[in-house]
């Protein structure tokens, strides 16, 4: 490392201003504090200090992601394999989801660090983290046969849209990867939804199998369209391993609950804000069972809603972004609450979009400013009404 270092202090006159690469100097710095931490101290003003910062947060946060996105890899290879009829090694298999997956988030980290090192660069700003996280949440939460060039157009318009005009990290107001999702989804609803996109058809490096026609169908997929109360696909512990058709980082209830234990034990994330949404999404979900409309989404279990499509990973991972969401205590169990609630409001009153999950937390987003603002208005006036009452 200290051979690093020393060429790292070598090059780095070349991007000061006047250096023959000066026209870098962010991607220099950027860089540089990704690999070290910085030496400059703050010189005016007041400031508080932290053991953690930024940085530090959004690598915990790609940490917590790894084992959902490792075993989403392994899952695209298992999903091939057993809807083609091949047979396949676990290490077949691993490896097959591993090159699926890894264009995605090359185009991804590609794409969207190209925009943010362009404004840095352009406004004379360090380079910030946000994206880091963001970068690596996109492929999780698509379908395994998105197009890469629709990708590349979802994210560059989030990345501009949601984030660079509002101010950069830290300033936007809707979540980064939800809106890349939405707009897949609202601009290209035939390459989100249906029964094609789930499992990848085609062989890669000679590995599994290319397939015309290839379909299944997502197990909300299949509650959505029944035709009959009793067509919802029946529980089964594929539901919570993982081993089912979904998104490429959503279906692996295991996987995501061991990033949420890493999350709540460094307190990046709220176990508030988790814990309100399995709660309003019980509560909504059990009186859907006892009292909704005769269709297969609401006769389905209401623990199975919790487990299907992307409610745990946006409980865990989205949801608790400290930046779009509700920042006041109280504040975060009534926004948790309403994202589990009206998610599973989503699935159960509108066939044509059964996930609920995207919608519900940028909806969500946009009341939670509101929220906080009431939140600490009321404890305002308590505070007001002691005062006044001695």
């Not at 298999?93 to 943010?116: C, D, H, N, T």
């Not at 996109?197 to 169908?217: E, H, M, Q, Y």
């Not at 989205?318 to 609450?337: C, L, N, S, W």
């Amino acid at each position: 490392m200290k051979a690093l270092r020393d060429y790292l202090d070598k090059i780095k006159p070349n991007f000061e201003e006047g250096g023959k690469w000066h026209a870098f100097r962010s991607l220099y710095d950027g860089m540089e504090t990704f690999m070290f931490v910085p030496n400059t101290t703050s010189k005016t003003g007041v400031h508080i200090h932290d053991a953690i910062d930024s940085k530090r947060i959004m690598s915990i946060v790609v940490i917590a992601l790894v084992p959902a996105l490792l075993f989403g890899m392994f899952n695209v290879g298992y999903q091939h394999y057993k809807y083609t009829g091949v047979e396949g090694t676990f290490l077949e298999m691993f490896i097959y989801g591993f090159l699926a997956v890894l264009p995605k988030l090359i185009v991804s980290y590609v794409v969207g660090l190209g925009i943010e090192f362009t404004v840095a660069q352009w406004k004379k700003e360090e380079i910030q983290e946000g994206f880091l996280v963001s970068g690596i949440l996109i492929p999780m939460i698509v379908p395994i046969d998105c197009p890469l060039w629709i990708l590349a157009i979802a994210t560059a318009f989030s990345v501009i849209f949601v984030k660079e005009i509002w101010g950069g990290t830290g300033m936007n107001v809707f979540n980064v990867a939800l809106v890349t999702r939405a707009v897949l989804f609202f601009a290209y609803p035939s390459k989100m939804s249906g029964d094609a996109v789930w499992v990848s058809s085609d062989s890669i490096f000679g590995l599994g199998k290319t397939v015309d026609g290839l379909t299944a169908a997502t197990s909300l997929g299949q509650a959505s369209t029944a035709l009959e109360p009793t067509g919802y696909p029946s529980f089964s512990w594929d539901m919570v391993t993982g081993l089912i058709p979904g998104s490429i980082g959503e279906t692996s209830v295991i996987a995501i609950a061991l990033g949420a234990i890493l999350l709540l034990w460094t307190g990046i994330a709220s176990w508030k804000i988790i814990l309100s949404i399995f709660v309003g999404g019980s509560v909504i979900g059990f009186l859907f069972n006892e009292f909704g409309p005769d269709t297969a989404m609401a006769h389905m279990p209401w623990w199975e809603h919790l487990v299907l499509g992307g409610f745990c990973f946006g409980a865990v991972f989205m949801a608790t972004d400290p930046v779009t969401a509700a920042r006041t205590e109280t504040g975060k169990y009534i926004y948790g609450f309403l994202i589990g609630a009206l998610a599973i409001t989503i699935r159960m009153l509108n066939p044509g979009y059964p996930e609920g999950m995207m919608l519900a937390i940028l909806f969500m987003n946009i009341f939670a400013p509101l929220i906080d603002y009431y939140v600490m208005q009321r404890n305002i006036s308590r505070r007001l009404k002691r005062v006044s009452n001695h």
